[in-house]
Structure formats: C-alpha cells, structure tokens
C-alpha cells in the first residue's frame, strides 16, 4: 500500500491547533490517522482541511490527527469534536462540508448522540480513540495520561498494585482469559534477580486488528500499563514484541518510546523516583505461532521462534530462563484505566467471571466494519446487529467466527448468548484476542473450516509432529470433502484426527487447531453430509465436479 | 543431597530422584515409554510426541521425557487411548515423507519401524502427503535422504551439543521444515562438519546413514554411546 | 459345508510375497488339505471365479487393470487380505507418487530410450495418477504387512481363517 508511510519515514507534518490559529480552538475537526483510514488517503485529508480552513480565514479551528475513531468501514472519518458530526468517506479535494461545519460551531455546542455504533459501546482500553494525537505526548499526558503511573509510584505498594488488578478481576485479552492479577502475583513472587514484561503485540489471527489499533492510536497507554506492571512485579526491561507487518504502529510506538524517555516517563528514575523501567522493540518475522509465549521468547532471544513444552511457565522461567511477565496490547492497556478509576469501577463492568469490557474487530459481512469495544456479556446480537448494523445488503445471518484459527463459529440459534469468556467456550469458540468475522449465507461452512485449516497449517512451525503433519491431513481430508470426493468413512477419519491432533500437538497452534471443524460440525454438520452424500455445496461456493468414474 | 520421591507408573510403585523425568524413571525401572526425538545423552525437546502419559490430577496430556517427577505423581504411561493416539503419531511419520522400509538402508534396524510393530500398526488410514524430497549426498562418507527424515533433530543436538560442530541446523518450517547443513549449503561442502559421523550413529531411521551400505545393511550401533562420550568430555574438562 | 475356497491375485507388486507364500513348503499341503486354491497367478485358471473365502492380494493398486481387478476381487471374496508391503502402503510402486505419471513416462520411455523412443498406448493398462494402497479403494479385512510377510505369519494367518479365528498378525512389521 503506498499510501501508507514506511516504518521510519516521519508522519510528522503536525497540521495541528497552532499553525492555524493562536489560542483555544472554537471547533476542532478529528481526523482519523490510524491505518485503514490513512491507507484512504486521510493524511491529505488532514492537510487539505488545515488549508481550507485558513484560506476560509477560519482562524479560531484546529485539525487534528487522531487514532481510530472505530468506523473503519466508512473511511476516511472526520469528525466534529463540539458536536460530534461525523464526516464519512471524506476525499482530500472533498473537504467543503467539513469546513462547513467547523464554521457553524457554536460555544456551548453539545454533542448529538451518534447512533448505536457509538452510543452502545463502553470504551476503556481504547478511551483515548479517536481524540488524542497518538503521536503526541503532550496531548496523552492533557487526556490523563501517566496519572495512573504518577498514583502508582506516588502512592502505592507493588502489592496494592497487583491486588487492585486481582480486584478488577482483570482476565489475558489475548484470549486464553487467565486471571491478570494472578499471572502478575506470580511473577512478583518468582525467584530472581532479573525480571522482564514483555507485550505481545503479534497479533495474527484472520480477521483481527485490536492490537495494531492500540498500538497505532494509543502508544503512550502501552507504555504506561507496561511501566506500572513493570512495578507491580519488580521488572526494569520491558520488550513489545510487535509484528513486522504493521510498520506504522511500529512506527509510532518508537516516537512514543523516544519521547516517554525524553520526559522521565520511562528509563532511570521515573518521574523522579527511584523506579527505573525502559522498554525496547522487538520485530517479529511473520511468524504466526510466534504469538505463542514460549516461542514469542525464543524469538526475543535470538532463536528459532518454536515453542516449548510448559511447565515451566514463562512467570517463572522465561526471557533468558528469568521469571517473565507477558500480557497481551490489550490488557496493558486496559491497566491505566482500572488503576485511575479503580478496580471496584472496573469490576462492575462485565457479567459473570469476565469482567470489564472487550475491543472486537467486526469484520466479513457486517455493515459497519471496525474497532468496538463493549462491556462483556454483551449479546452477539446486540454486537453485530446493533453496533454492526447487521449483515450488508440485508442477507441472512448464518454464523459469527470468533477466536482466530482457534475458535468456532456461532450460528444464527445463539445469537442471544452473552459474550463471556465461559460462554463462547461453551458454544464450542474462544474468546481469543478479538476478532469477529460475520458470515451470511453466501460462506460455505466446509470452505471456512478448510480456509482455516490451510491458514494453520501454513503457520504450523513443524516442531512437533500432530501440528506438522496433522493439520496437513485435515486440510487434505476437508479438500477432499469440498471436491465432492469424500465417503462418510473420510468424515469419521476427520472428526478422530482432529481429537488427537488437538490432545497431543504441542502448543496452543496445534491444540486449537481443530476448532474450526469442531464447531462447524457441531452445527453444520448437514453442510458436510451434503458435500459427501448429496455432492453438493449448499452455498455454492465449493466446486464440485461430476463424479467421476475413476478416483484421480 | 538428592530428594527422592516416590510416585506410581501405571499402578506400579516407582522411585526417582528430584529433577529426573518420567521417561528416565519409567526406563530404570523396565516401562517402556516409546519416543524418537529422546536420546539419552542429549537435552530433550518434547517433538515427537509419542512419549506423551497422562498424569492425575491434569487435563492435558505431557511428555515423558520433559516432565520431571513429583512427590506421588500418579502416572498412565500405557491405556487403550494413549495407545491409539501413538499409532496415529507414528502414522503420521510415516505418511509425513516417502519412507519405504523395502528400499531403506535401515530397513530391520529402524527404529521408526520398530515402533510401529511394538504399536502392532499394520497400514495406515491417514492421507499421504507424498512431498517431493531431496537427496544430498555430497559428502564424503555420508548421505542424506529426507524422504525418510522424521525431525528428530537428534543430529542437531548431537552435532551441536557433543560434538561442538553445530554443522546441522534446521530451516523452514511446517511440513517444509528441514534439516540442513552449515547456512543451508550441500553437506559436502560444509566447513564445519568434522566427519565424526555421530549424526548417522543417533539418526533413528535411515535418513543419515554411511555411503556405500546396501539396502537393510544400516551399521548403527546398538549401545548408547553418547553418556560415555559426556562421561569422557567431563573427565578431560571439555 | 464345502471346503473353503482360497485364491491369490498379484496387482502391482514384485512377486515377493507369492514366493514367500511358496515358503510355506510342506505346510502348503497342510493347507490345502483343509482347503481349494481356486485362482492365483501359480495355477492355470484364467477367470477370477465366484464365491471365493479368502483372497490374499499382492501389490498395489497402480493402474486402471489393477483397479478393475481389485473391484472384481472384492464382489467375489468374503474376506481380503492386503498382503504385504506393497498392498498394505503402496510401498515400491508408491515411491513414483512425488513424480507424478508423465515425467515418470517420459523417464522410462523416452529419455531413457534411444531406438524409436515412445509412451506405449496400446495394450498395456493405463496407469492411475498415484500409486494406491488396496485399502484406499475397497474395503479390506485384514492387513499383513512385510516385504515380504515370513512365511510362518502367512501360515499363521491361513491355519487361523481357517479355523474361523481372528487371525493373529502380530509380530508382522513393515520392511522384512
């Protein structure tokens, strides 16, 4: 995408407040510069308004560069900070009723609701969206940031730290859902003179971009959660393991990194206490088992990214054998939060044993594609119809893929059911770090589990041989099913693989990587008998040929 | 001194000392624990999987030879479904690549094929993958043929770990993951490879093995020789 | 009831294993006073005949005669023994599966040839893209592997489906 600027070529040409007047703003137009909106061109956007502006002698406006303000699908967004109007698709010589509106500002403007995409979501980890400059320290620090830092080092005990994230009851976004407070506690606990936090930014899953958001729109927070659990559990190096592949929240995180040093705000004595904590970056290569703790490790280390049996834990032996913490983007981010506005706030959020709130990624067959956050035991229909705005071009829902290449799909019947952590576990998916992939009638379910199935078999790092070999076969078992060349006995030989590849692979990869065939069996399973019985693809996706006489 | 604990293997009442693993107590002790990436002599990687025993008290199935024991430690090493489990791991090797024992320098002292009888495997039921593989026989003495490779990396650790040469490492990965010499280039152009041939010695099947021998005529030997090479590298202070 | 009826066929293999089965020497007669050799490739029947008990099939399924045949086999026997190591994975044969038909071909009939090189047409069946086990086609009953079987496991397998017992494969492993 040559739209989007290269790791390392400065996004800098601020077009903010002061060049286009002196003093407070009367209106401020947002403009989105996260990834999907900056790759429709909303730099030029940015530019083009701030000169619109100032040749319409609009001397009291200031245009704004921001972080993903969410409705990814109607990009590039601009929007009106007084009153809320938001601008969709806006095109670089395009830019009149923007301009419009900025001029109509009225003091005492108050903002109008913003329909049930916005309205609906309960925004903590991504709170900073869509209204800070993500490049900008400054403007962190003027919307709260670092008060939880400063409260921490100030006031608090690393014990008070940590119980107040067990209170919030906290629990790993990356999807696996330990207790936060917990892992913490037990790296603070763990014998040794050198501690690490490392982030696990390598996000991979189909689908998904919550991490890449945060880190594109909020980089100061990462910084910030890792500092104070950097505290919480007596660390002093901190890694963010983020994926090559997102060259402009790499790109932003190294401003942030640069300029939190500049401030105090990371390196030796943390404003001016005895704290010191510094954080450096690591790349990965593309590789999606990466994202797996132990393997993420070896490859901070220099090694072959594969994982390793656990016990032990990375809390206990990790990062060059020292007890490790690892958290996901999204639960460092959610730490400012909880503690500024303190856990018992945090906990209220939520239902059951997932508390606080959740980022998804809508994506597929929704009509508002983008970044949400809401409160867990939220209804999946409530998610994807209400804030989603339901399938495009008003098609029938038939199933939501949640979870990455380790989860399932959820049909049309449990669409009610609240997203939890327990929840999703039961209707046979995962929670995992967010991704919602929204299929209407026109997904074959065969042809998904079989994407799903290539996707981890590509990623399988071929240490251990279900993983290696395994889900190969599996693949090759559902190709054969979507080729209309199965019998009922390749189904039966398919469903047992997928138990052993998912007892005795050695990882996360391995293990989840019968998910997929699980929960589409669980409740497609009459699309699978049609390819086999019937030869026949229900969606019509699947090219069946005639049977032929000879198996070739 | 050394902590002793006690623990049970299939019912049995068994006893070993603090950090040793399953895989070594079941051994001392005549439970046999099939495995093909384990070699006594050099560190364990969990790979295979076809050491993996259940143990009391965990969902999870785990690797005899990367599970230290634990005081009363209730272990399954042997049940119908481990058994079938195995079987289809074994399969798996065996339909990874191209092996065909009737062609094999190993045939009758493979160790892959040893498995799959003492795992009474008489055909295999999962889709054969057929990769197109190569040969490298540039060296010297010595060849390799990846068709029959099961990733041990039993070579790499040995070159790595006794030997000190660390010619083999491994490259690519998922089912395009080889073994390979120095950066990658043909084995006979190596300039770290010392010829000492320990990696034929330790391979479990015939995808390392000496020039010139015929078909079943494989010449490994039979007696671990790696603990007594640590034995001789500790005396000298190696 | 009549005496049991045994038959052989020899699709894509070497002939190995119908030697080892001749390994059986004087225990053949044992055999064969308990039961009829109606087809195999030692006798001189032409028709594969009906009603057939026990079918030891050698060799695997290669081309579109051997999958006729085996077709054919497997609707005229009650119970088929995939024998050896070519009918159980395929084994030799199977090891031009990477190669793919054509380039093997070529190999064999005209790089390698220098008088009047050409892929016969005629005659000779046309070869299946892959080399398949007997199993990947019909259903089998029982798996012998080796190359070859030891005659005493084949004897074994016989003295048992004789004796109307599930017969007893252990100690049979791939390879010899």
């Not at chain 2, 030997?163 to 120095?182: F, K, N, P, S, Y």
Request: contains cysteine; glycine residues 10%; proline residues 6%.
């Amino acid at each position: 995408m040559s739209e989007m600027p290269a790791a390392g070529r400065p996004l800098r040409r601020r077009v903010i407040t002061e060049e286009v007047h002196e003093g407070p703003a009367r209106a401020t137009a947002y403009v989105c510069e996260a990834a999907s909106c900056l790759s429709a061109q909303s730099h030029d956007v940015t530019v083009r308004l701030g000169e619109r502006a100032a040749e319409a002698g609009l001397t009291d406006v200031a245009v704004k560069r921001v972080g993903c303000i969410g409705l990814c699908a109607a990009g590039p967004l601009v929007e009106i900070a007084e009153t809320g109007q938001l601008f969709e698709r806006v095109r670089p010589d395009d830019v009149e009723p923007v301009v419009g509106a900025l001029k109509r500002v009225k003091p005492g403007d108050a903002r109008r609701p913003q329909g049930p995409f916005f309205e609906k979501q309960v925004r903590v980890a991504t709170e900073n969206f869509g209204r800070v400059d993500p490049e900008s320290l400054d403007d962190y620090l003027a919307a709260g940031g670092y008060e939880a830092l400063r409260r921490v080092l100030s006031e608090m005990t690393s014990t008070e730290v940590r119980d107040g994230i067990t209170g919030s009851g906290l629990r790993g976004r990356g999807g696996a859902g330990y207790p936060t407070g917990l892992k913490w506690t037990t790296v603070a606990k763990a014998q040794g003179a050198q501690k690490y936090v490392i982030c696990n930014a390598d996000e991979g899953d189909p689908g998904a971009f919550m991490d890449r958001s945060v880190l594109e729109s909020d980089p100061y927070r990462i910084l910030e959660g890792m500092a104070i659990a950097a505290f919480a559990v007596h660390a002093t190096e901190g890694y963010i393991y983020c994926r090559a592949e997102y060259p402009l929240a790499v790109a932003r995180l190294r401003t942030a990194i640069r300029l939190a040093q500049r401030a105090g705000y990371l390196g030796a004595g943390i404003m001016d206490t005895s704290f010191t904590f510094d954080v450096q970056i690591r790349l990965g290569a593309g590789a999606f088992v990466c994202g797996e703790e132990t393997a993420l490790i070896a490859s901070v280390e220099g090694r072959r990214g594969t994982p390793r049996p656990r016990p032990p834990y990375p809390a206990v032996q990790g990062l060059w054998d020292c007890p490790t913490l690892i958290n996901n983007v999204e639960t460092f981010a959610s730490v400012p939060a909880i503690v500024r506005r303190g856990p018992g706030w945090y906990a209220a959020i939520g239902a059951g044993k997932s508390r606080g709130t959740k980022v998804f990624a809508l994506a597929g067959r929704v009509v508002n594609t983008g970044l949400v956050e809401v409160p867990m035991g939220m209804a999946l229909r409530e998610i994807i119809f209400d804030i989603g705005g339901g399938i495009i071009d008003g098609r029938p829902f038939k199933a939501v893929q949640t979870g990455g290449p380790s989860g399932g799909c959820i049909p049309a019947e449990h669409l009610d059911k609240p997203v939890t952590y327990e929840s999703l576990i039961e209707l046979g998916s995962f929670m995992g770090s967010g991704g919602m992939i929204v299929m209407d009638d026109t997904s074959c379910m065969v042809d998904v589990a079989k994407y799903f199935q290539d996707f981890c078999r590509d990623e399988s790092c071929g240490k251990c041989t279900p993983c290696r070999v395994g889900t190969t076969q599996l693949w090759m078992l559902l190709d054969l099913i979507t080729r209309g060349e199965a019998t009922l006995a390749d189904l039966a030989q398919l469903e047992r693989l997928a138990g052993i590849v998912q007892r005795m692979s050695l990882c996360g990869l391995g293990q989840g990587a019968p998910n997929p065939i699980f929960s589409t069996l669980r409740y497609f399973r009459d699309e699978y008998l049609a390819h086999i019985v019937e030869k026949r693809c229900p969606a019509g996706v699947c090219a069946i040929s005639q049977p032929a006489e000879v198996m070739a | 001194m050394t902590t002793v604990y006690t623990l049970t293997i299939d019912g049995r009442d068994v006893a070993g000392s603090e950090g040793q693993t399953v895989m070594e107590v079941a051994e001392e002790n005549g439970i046999a624990i099939p495995g093909l990436c384990h070699l006594e002599g050099v560190h364990d990687r969990g790979a295979c999987r076809l050491c993996m025993v259940e143990i009391a008290g965990s969902p999870k199935l785990a690797a005899a030879c990367m599970t230290t024991i634990a005081e009363g430690m209730e272990v399954t090493a042997h049940s119908e479904q481990l058994l079938e489990y195995r079987r289809a791991v074994t399969e798996m090797m065996f339909m990874e690549r191209n092996h065909v024992c009737a062609v094999c320098v190993a045939n009758n002292h493979c160790e892959l094929q040893d498995t799959a009888a003492a795992l009474g495997l008489t055909h295999f039921d999962l889709p054969r993958i057929s990769p197109k593989v190569d040969i490298d026989a540039s060296h010297r003495l010595f060849a390799i043929d990846h068709n029959r490779c099961i990733l041990c990396l039993r070579c790499v650790r040995v070159c790595d770990e006794i030997e000190g040469a660390h010619t083999w490492d491994i490259m690519h990965r998922g089912l395009e993951t080889r073994v390979q010499t120095d950066m990658g280039i043909p084995w006979g152009e190596s300039t770290t490879c010392t010829s000492c041939g320990k990696c034929v010695q330790v391979c479990p099947t015939g995808a390392l093995f000496e020039k010139g021998r015929p078909v079943a005529g494989g010449s490994k030997t039979k007696r671990p020789f790696l603990p007594w090479l640590k034995v001789v590298q500790e005396e000298r202070g190696l | 009831m009549s005496r049991p009826r045994i038959a052989t066929v020899w699709l894509d293999g070497c002939s190995g294993c119908h030697m080892s089965f001749l390994d059986l020497d004087e225990r053949l007669l044992d055999i064969f006073e308990r039961a009829d050799l109606v087809y195999s490739p030692i006798v001189d029947v032409k028709e594969f005949p009906e009603d057939v008990d026990v079918c030891l099939v050698e060799g695997a399924v290669s081309s579109e005669e051997d999958l006729h045949r085996i077709r054919m086999v497997r609707e005229r026997s009650k119970t088929i023994v995939a024998f050896g190591d070519c009918a159980v994975t395929s084994n030799v044969p199977g090891m031009r599966n990477p190669i793919g038909v054509p380039p093997l071909l070529d190999r064999a009939y005209r790089e390698n040839v220098s008088l009047n090189p050409q892929v016969p047409t005629q005659v000779v069946p046309r070869l299946l893209p892959t080399s398949q086990p007997v199993h990947r086609f019909v259903d089998v009953d029982v798996f012998l592997p080796g190359c070859p079987p030891h005659a005493d496991l084949i004897h074994t397998l016989l003295d048992d489906l004789l004796a109307g017992r599930v017969p007893d494969v252990s100690g049979s492993r791939f390879g010899r």
